[in-house]
Structure formats: C-alpha cells, structure tokens
C-alpha cells in the first residue's frame, strides 16, 4: 500500500509539472509560428514591392519606345515636307510627296530591320509551355497570382532567339483599325468635302459608270486570271497553303481601288483639262467606296454546307442583296447626318461663335464614319456622301472664318494622313513579321491588275462614247488607263486582315503593286501627258463665261438628256436649298399656299432679306425646252437679251453678272464649251 501511495504521488507531480509548462509551451509555439508567419509576409511584401519597381521601369521603357517610336514618323513627315518643298523649288516633277514618303519609310524600316537589335532577356522568356490551343488571352498563375498575357502573332522557329527583336519591330506595326477609323475619314472626306460639283456632275453617268461597272469588271478579270496563277503555282509546288478562289476574288476587290493622287495633283498643277481630271477624280473617290463593300461582300459569301469556298446561285444572290443593302444604308446614312448638320447650322446661332461652329461641324463629319461601321455599314461611303452634302449645303450656312477654317483644316489632315500611310507602307516592307514573297504570285498580280485596267477603261468608253456628244478621245483613255494608281485604300484593305497564308500573301504582293504604280506612273505623268499632247495651262474658270452664240446648240444638247438633272436641280433649288440654307427663295413662293405656316417656319428671315438678291455661290443655270434662264426668286435672266435686275447687263458675247459666277451643270452628252478667243 505504502508503495502504491507513493507511485501515485509521483504521477501526480509529473502531471502538476505538466500542466504548468503547456502554457508556456502553447506560448512558445505560438510565437514561432507567427515569427515565421510575419518573416514570410516580410518577404512576399518585399517580392511584390520588387515586382512593382520591375513593372513601373519596363511601363517607362514602354512608354519612351512609344515615344520614339512616333518620333520616326513625325520626322519622316517633317523629311518628307522638306524634300517637297525642295522639288517645288526645283520645279521637279518626276517623284510626287507619296513617293518620296515611301522611300523615307523603306529607309527607316532597312535601319530598325538590320541595324537596331535589342539584347535579349533570357531571363524572362519562356521557351517551353506546350498548350493545345492557341487562345487570344492566356491567365498564367504564379505564386497565387493570376496574370493575363494577350497573343501577339506567330512567329517561326528561327525567330525565338529574336523575341526582343520581334518586339521592336511590332511597336512600330500599327493596329490596322487605326487606318479605318482615324486616318481613312480625313482623306475620304476631303474627298468629298473639295468636289468640283460642276465638273463633277457634267461627266456624271460616265463616272459612276467606271466607277461600278468597271470596278465590279475589274475585280473578276483580276480574280479569275490569279485564280488561273494559283491553280498553276499548286501544279509546280509553290503554293504552301491554302488559296481558294474567293480569296482571288478578294484580291481583285482590293487591288481595283484606285488612287491616283500623284497624278491629280500633277494634273492641279498643270492645270489640264477639266473633264480628265474630273473623270480620274470621280471615279477614284466612288470606286474606292465600291472596291470597300465589294471586298466585305465577298468576305460574307456563305454557301450553304461544310464547303465554303464552293459556287451558288442562293448565297451568290444573298451577297448581290447585302452589296446593295449596305451601299444603300452608307449612302442614306452619310446624307442624314449632313442634312441634320446643315439644319443645326441654320437653325442656331452657331454662326457667331465660330470655334465651336468649326468644332461641331469637324465631330460631325467624323462621327458619320464611326456610326456607319458600329450600324454594320461602310464608313467609306457613308463619310463620301457626307463631305458631298456638306460641301451643298451645310457649307452656305457657315460663316465666313468657319468656311475658311473647314477647308484648311481637312486639307491638311488629308495631307498628313495620306503622307503617313506612304511612310509607312515603305516601313512595314521590313518591319511586318509575317511576309510571303511568291515571285510568281506577283508576276501574275501585275499581269492581272494591268489586264483589269484595260478591261474598265477601253470597253466602257467604247460603250459610253455612242451616246456622248462629247467623246472621251482615245489620248484620254490611255491617260486614263496609265493613272490607275493604288494607294491607301488598297494598303488599309489588304492589311486589315493578315491572319491566313492567302491573305498574307496578297498583303506582301500588294506593297509591291503600290510601289510600282506610285513610282513609275506617278512619276512619268509628266511625259505621259506630253506623249498623249493633253493639254495643259486649261483655266477651269474660263468655262464660267458662255457665249451666247454657243447657247440653242447646248440647249439642244439639254433637250436630249439631261431632263433627269433638269428635275434635280429645280427640285433642289426651290425646295432642298430654301430648308437646309440660307439660299435660295423663300419657300413661301415655292410651296402651296396651303403650307404657308410650315414654309415660314422652315425659312429663314435671311432669305426674306435676299429675296431679291442673288447670293447663292451655287445658282445654276436651269436650262428650260423655250430658253436658257437663271430663276432665283424674281430675278430672271434669259438668253433674248431681257433681264428684270439693274445689276445684269450682256458683254459683247458674254453673259456678265456681277460679282456672281453663273454655273451650268452639265451632263455626259454635252461638249465642253471653249471660248474661241482662248484658242486666238
């Protein structure tokens, strides 16, 4: 007994002890535990404050490549305005602005190809992380942290040990969408905005006959011979993917915008004839909007089936429907947004405050670009149309300083813009990753794109000629035929999409068409046009003044074919100006007297103080079946030698109005009128 009472007081003091250092010990290793706690989120706060410093210094190495990066282009253009001012001063005429920006930009794209290289990072490149797929955006987790890394492009196997290189290069690769939606508005617009509307109008069904037709003609020569070329290049080899042909088809849409901005400002310069310029202008402004929804209309060609790529009559419909439909909606688009702008400006006091006149109408015109494209539209057309309209009639209702102001504003962003995608076209020949040089594709281009020329120019103008009085000579259509430049157009299609081995080919081939055209037509239009004897030094205001000896044998010419323009141009003289201008009569001596209240409300207390004055830019000379007249609200001049204004009075062979230049619009059938003392 006795030992048992002492074997358990034993236990008992052990388990005394026991209990009196478990506190200590619950202690101790709760304060190694949050010592090593606190120690390792000393170290992921001094990581993360590592990556932080590491992340803002590769933002400001961003941030000053980005900076360099649009440096070069700045000084290209300052370069190239230089040079341009040089050859101006020279009187050298063999290399246009365009050319000259091309051959800086090839200059600078050979030194960030060859002469810059980046040293690499090893470091922070990973060579091996197999993945089945290839999605646009990759989460990558590290240490409990999600990072997103977006896909830049393939490159090849001989490539990995550039990647910093690759890098570089794709800094001064800019995003297609860039071209679409802020360089290409200016330049379409301008387009629009800076139409000789009579010129323009007197060769009209000429024009849009080149400009459809011929463009629709040109596309499917262009296409079926590179189908040909392809069919024979998979024959020999050559061919390492696939080329179907729509893709050709596609090809042909994009190489048939034509862009002869080199030779129409040589043609400005020398002045040469009104109708040939007006001709070459025309039709490069409206098939550059066709050659846009002719590409998109082949891009959404669908068969019905797996096959894709294979004829039929339902879907070949349903693209004929979609061409019209947009072509349609772009048109209707750009009208309205330049009617509610004419409205705007007439209705407010706008006028006297002419920055923000200047502003609204410049967001205006922008955004009809950017509504079209977010509506499924064409930006191209619809912006087109909306320069036309604005340059009718929002334009009247500017003032003065805001008038000025539009038109240097959008002249020099089309010169800016236009001189920066030259520049960087020479550029991306060395700096676009992703190049396929097919020799035998571009032999085959050149072909295609010349045969498709002559296939717009020489039949239509064969077929245009028997109903035209005056005829479009045969020195004209060679000219014509030799000004077939490609430029931005052509370049912002074809590099819109580089993602198939088609289309990176077609890109590659494209650069070498433009380059061409650019250098050797653009630079012989001097000689061509002396070879063709084309005249020059042709004064286009000399066509204002008319000789009235010359008069019943264009009012015959009236007669014949122009009633449709003649029910144009009364219908938008009495009714579309007085709504949409401070032009024109009032609509109260135009419209019913029933609509007496909506007439007043619709016109302007300007137009009431003018109603006996003629200040309308735009008057045109209505050409009736009795007489030749101008109607401005009472005042009428007729060819009898009879006016009801003091201020009108006749020259020995000239109708002279003072202080206003009288406009006749004319049609395709009519000869250009010359004044025979020009030719003394």
């Known amino acids: 007994m006795a030992?048992?009472?002492?074997?358990?007081?034993?236990?008992?003091?052990?388990?005394?002890?026991?209990?009196?250092?478990?506190?200590?010990?619950?202690?101790?290793?709760?304060?190694?535990?949050?010592?090593?706690?606190?120690?390792?989120?000393?170290?992921?706060?001094?990581?993360?404050?590592?990556?932080?410093?590491?992340?803002?210094?590769?933002?400001?190495?961003?941030?000053?490549?980005?900076?360099?990066?649009?440096?070069?282009?700045?000084?290209?253009?300052?370069?190239?305005i230089l040079t341009i001012w040089l050859f101006k001063h020279r009187r050298f005429r063999f290399l246009h602005e365009t050319g000259l920006a091309m051959i800086y930009g090839l200059l600078v794209g050979v030194v960030l190809r060859y002469g810059i290289h980046v040293p690499r990072d090893v470091s922070n490149v990973t060579l091996s992380c197999p993945v089945n797929d290839t999605p646009a955006t990759l989460l990558v987790q590290s240490r409990g942290k999600f990072y997103e890394y977006t896909l830049k492009g393939e490159i090849s196997t001989s490539e990995v040990g550039d990647v910093q290189d690759n890098e570089m290069l794709r800094k001064v690769t800019f995003d297609p969408e860039v071209f679409f939606n802020i360089l290409l508005p200016p330049i379409i617009f301008h387009a629009g905005y800076s139409l000789k509307r009579r010129h323009f109008f007197r060769n009209m069904g000429s024009i849009l006959a080149y400009a459809f037709l011929g463009t629709v003609v040109s596309c499917f020569v262009i296409g079926l011979l590179m189908y040909g070329c392809v069919l024979l290049m998979k024959q020999m080899g050559q061919l390492g993917g696939d080329f179907f042909f729509t893709d050709c088809l596609f090809f042909g849409a994009i190489v048939s915008a034509t862009d002869p901005v080199t030779v129409l400002a040589i043609f400005n310069e020398l002045q040469v004839d009104v109708d040939l310029y007006a001709l070459l202008f025309g039709?490069?402004?409206?098939?550059?909007?066709?050659?846009?929804?002719?590409?998109?209309?082949?891009?959404?060609?669908?068969?019905?089936?797996?096959?894709?790529?294979?004829?039929?009559?339902?879907?070949?419909?349903?693209?004929?429907?979609?061409?019209?439909?947009?072509?349609?909606?772009?048109?209707?688009?750009?009208?309205?947004?330049?009617?509610?702008?004419?409205?705007?400006?007439?209705?407010?006091?706008?006028?006297?405050?002419?920055?923000?006149?200047?502003?609204?109408?410049?967001?205006?015109?922008?955004?009809?670009?950017?509504?079209?494209?977010?509506?499924?539209?064409?930006?191209?057309?619809?912006?087109?149309?909306?320069g036309i309209t604005q340059a009718h009639y929002t334009f009247n209702n500017l003032s003065p300083e805001s008038q000025d102001r539009t038109k240097q504003l959008f002249e020099l962003l089309n010169f800016l813009a236009e001189n920066f995608i030259f520049s960087y076209m020479g550029l991306t020949l060395f700096t676009f990753q992703n190049h396929i040089f097919n020799p035998m594709f571009i032999v085959g281009a050149f072909l295609a794109v010349f045969l498709g020329r002559a296939a717009n120019i020489y039949p239509l103008s064969f077929l245009l000629n028997l109903g035209r009085h005056n005829k479009i000579r045969s020195n004209f259509q060679h000219m014509m035929m030799f000004a077939g430049l490609r430029g931005a157009m052509t370049f912002a299609l074809s590099i819109r999409d580089t993602a198939t081995y088609a289309r990176q080919m077609m890109f590659s081939t494209t650069l070498f068409v433009v380059f061409f055209t650019v250098w050797f037509c653009g630079g012989g239009t001097t000689q061509m046009l002396s070879c063709q004897r084309i005249r020059v030094g042709v004064d286009s205001d000399q066509d204002n003044s008319m000789s009235v000896s010359e008069v019943p044998e264009r009012r015959s010419t009236k007669q014949e074919s122009a009633w449709l323009f003649r029910i144009w141009y009364n219908f938008d003289h009495n009714y579309l100006k007085p709504i949409l201008t401070h032009s024109g009569p009032p609509l109260t001596a135009t419209l019913p007297p029933c609509c007496g209240p909506l007439a007043r409300f619709l016109t302007s207390p300007q137009a009431f103080e003018n109603e006996c004055e003629i200040k309308d830019d735009d008057s045109d000379l209505i050409l009736t079946d009795g007489e030749v007249n101008l109607n401005y609200g009472d005042v009428t001049v007729t060819t009898d030698g009879t006016h009801d204004d003091p201020d009108l009075a006749y020259g020995e062979h000239e109708l002279v109005m003072r202080g206003t230049r009288l406009v006749l619009p004319m049609d395709d059938s009519e000869p250009p009128f010359t004044d025979p003392r020009r030719d003394l």
């Open 3 to 80: 030992f048992k009472c002492t074997a358990s007081r034993g236990r008992g003091a052990s388990r005394t002890r026991w209990r009196r250092l478990l506190p200590l010990l619950v202690l101790t290793l709760s304060i190694s535990g949050y010592v090593c706690r606190a120690s390792s989120e000393l170290e992921e706060e001094e990581e993360s404050a590592m990556e932080n410093i590491v992340t803002e210094k590769k933002a400001e190495e961003s941030h000053r490549q980005d900076s360099a990066d649009l440096l070069i282009f700045i000084l290209l253009l300052t370069l190239t």
């Open 283 to 386: 039709e490069s402004v409206l098939n550059d909007a066709v050659a846009v929804i002719l590409s998109s209309t082949i891009v959404a060609y669908q068969p019905e089936g797996d096959n894709s790529h294979t004829f039929e009559v339902v879907a070949m419909f349903k693209s004929l429907g979609m061409f019209l439909g947009v072509f349609s909606g772009s048109f209707a688009l750009g009208v309205a947004t330049g009617v509610v702008t004419a409205l705007i400006s007439k209705f407010t006091k706008l006028r006297d405050f002419q920055l923000l006149e200047t502003a609204l109408f410049f967001l205006m015109s922008w955004s009809t670009f950017l509504l079209a494209e977010a509506c499924g539209f064409t930006g191209v057309v619809a912006v087109l149309f909306c």
